[in-house]
């Protein structure tokens, strides 16, 4: 049992160490895009996003400590289990045949558009509770991406990993796939305000996520995707009216502490859309 816990204990001071290192880059990036784009204006950005950021940083802080360790450990019993009872419906060589670069965009784009249904699946009641976590953020900032509850960060590993372990995309596939999305992740939820043009029909602009954060019913249910805007045409979800300055965040009574922020998910209240009629 006590090595269990140092196993648990030293797993949680890696991935704590490997966030903060992980963090350095991105930060420098949108730091310089932010300098340019919007010059001393940033600080005052900066300044008003300075609570919201904080408390991102918290969850972040929870999640590496806690949820990531056991996301591994999910991983490892999950393939195991895969292999096991021979669930991998495409074997890892077929997809190997495919020319390198073919089978990185594969791994991209098949991910997205999982995730893409399984973002839908995060805005329904049952699991609503916990993404709105993500969405009570009301000053967008490219850490938002940092704030989920727990269990919505479980949740997305299990549906995400386990169709594509189903699937048998390559490990390479999978960790080029989980960067691109990660790292454009961020990118989209930066306070920026663009809309791409032309090319916003193909990918998804800074704009088009924030209209997904948007405490606008209009922008109820609309701009699931990460990078390819193409799923969110093709399924009927695609809205982005031009640069979105609508406030952000949730109708849902949710405190900005890290405490009520992790117990909003178990309270009873909080799952009162699963008995609203829709009549």
């Given amino acids: 049992m006590l090595d269990q816990i140092a196993d648990f204990a030293l797993r949680s001071g890696l991935a704590l160490k490997t966030a903060g290192l992980e963090l350095l880059v991105p930060a420098l990036v949108f730091l310089l ?26 969850i972040l802080v929870f999640n590496t400590v806690l949820v990531v360790p056991l ?7 999950m393939s195991d289990a895969a292999t096991r009872y021979g669930l991998i419906i495409v074997q890892p060589e077929v997809w190997r045949s495919l020319p390198f670069w073919i089978l ?25 509770p916990s993404h709105a976590v993500h969405h009570s953020d009301t000053e967008m900032t490219w850490l ?15 549906i995400d990993s386990g169709v594509l372990l189903v699937l048998g995309l390559p490990v390479e596939a999978v960790i080029a796939s989980n960067f691109v999305r990660h790292y454009y992740g961020y990118f989209i939820h930066a306070d920026l305000p663009w809309t791409f043009g032309p090319l916003g029909r193909i990918f998804v602009s800074p704009a088009m996520h924030r209209w997904h954060h948007a405490a606008d019913r209009a922008a109820f249910d609309t701009n699931y995707a990460t990078v390819f805007s193409l ?21 849902d009574d949710i405190g900005n502490s890290l405490g009520a922020q992790l117990s909003y998910a178990f309270l009873p209240r909080a799952y009162r859309r699963l008995f609203k009629s829709k009549g």
Avoid at 44 to 57: H, I, S, Y
Avoid at 105 to 110: A, E, L, R, S
Avoid at 231 to 251: W, Y
């Fill in 71 to 77: 996301i591994a450990l999910g991983s490892q019993v």
């Fill in 33 to 58: 895009i932010g300098a340019l784009t919007k010059g001393r204006a940033l600080f005052v950005d900066m300044r008003r996003a300075l609570a919201e950021t904080g408390l991102n940083v918290q």
């Fill in 144 to 158: 938002a991406l940092e704030r989920f509850h727990p269990i919505n960060r479980l949740t997305t590993f299990a």
């Fill in 231 to 251: 799923f969110d045409q093709a399924f009927g979800t695609f809205r982005v009216p031009g640069p979105c300055t609508a406030p952000l965040g949730v109708t």
């Fill in 104 to 128: 990185i965009f594969c791994g991209i784009f098949i991910a997205d558009f999982v995730g893409y249904w399984r973002h839908r699946l995060e805005h329904s009641p049952l699991l609503w």
